[in-house]
């Protein structure tokens, strides 16, 4: 079975959305992205009804059957950090209408999963999405590619319901950053 997962990086002004089809095997195609601009100049109000709107569409349209949403940590710019917060709740009550898990992850674990490092940069990341989807250029703008990366962490980290080997039968078809993240993620559970 497909599993087809809808990231979200949520802002008030760039919410960047991507949609990826993962096989049980973890290779992972692009359907969808983009992003829900919106301007400083509104109210609070209509540019969260922009993103409601337009979230509402992308999850009529693709019918993922996850939503993974960049989990909102703390930063010093208190307004950045609400507007975010507040893009995400819009986010996840249309999940919520619709009956659709919610998983949340952090920029860490993202950037792990993707790129093997959890310190990496964005363009690390936009590069190495691009390279695990086959895409013949990185999405653009940034949000996007990050929108993608949450997919991809998310199908990989749960897709299947099982956890991700490092050893024994399947384990040689994982990538250099599947791998590392699962290794990560064995001794982050060993650590417990």
């Not at 497909?2 to 008030?12: I, K, Y």
Request: with cysteine; proline share 5%; charged share 20%.
């Amino acid at each position: 079975m497909t599993l087809r997962v809808l990231g979200v990086d949520p802002g008030l002004t760039r919410c960047g959305i991507g949609v990826v089809d993962v096989e049980k095997n973890r290779r992972a195609t692009m359907v969808a992205f983009g992003v829900v601009g919106t301007s400083p100049e509104e109210s609070l109000d209509q540019r969260l009804l922009v993103i409601a709107t337009s979230i509402d569409e992308w999850l009529d349209k693709y019918e993922p059957h996850v939503l993974a949403v960049e989990r909102v940590f703390s930063q010093l710019n208190v307004s950045t950090v609400m507007g975010v917060a507040q893009a995400s709740g819009v986010v996840i009550a249309a999940a919520a209408r619709r009956g659709i898990p919610v998983a949340l992850h952090t920029p860490s674990e993202v950037k792990a999963a993707v790129t093997g490092s959890g310190t990496s940069n964005k363009d690390a990341v936009t590069k190495l999405v691009t390279k695990i989807l086959r895409l013949d250029a990185p999405p653009r703008p940034a949000d996007a590619a990050d929108a993608l990366a949450l997919a991809i962490t998310h199908a990989w980290r749960a897709g299947s319901g099982a956890a991700v080997s490092t050893t024994g039968p399947g384990s040689q078809s994982l990538t250099p950053a599947q791998r590392a993240w699962a290794d990560a993620e064995a001794k982050a559970r060993r650590a417990r």
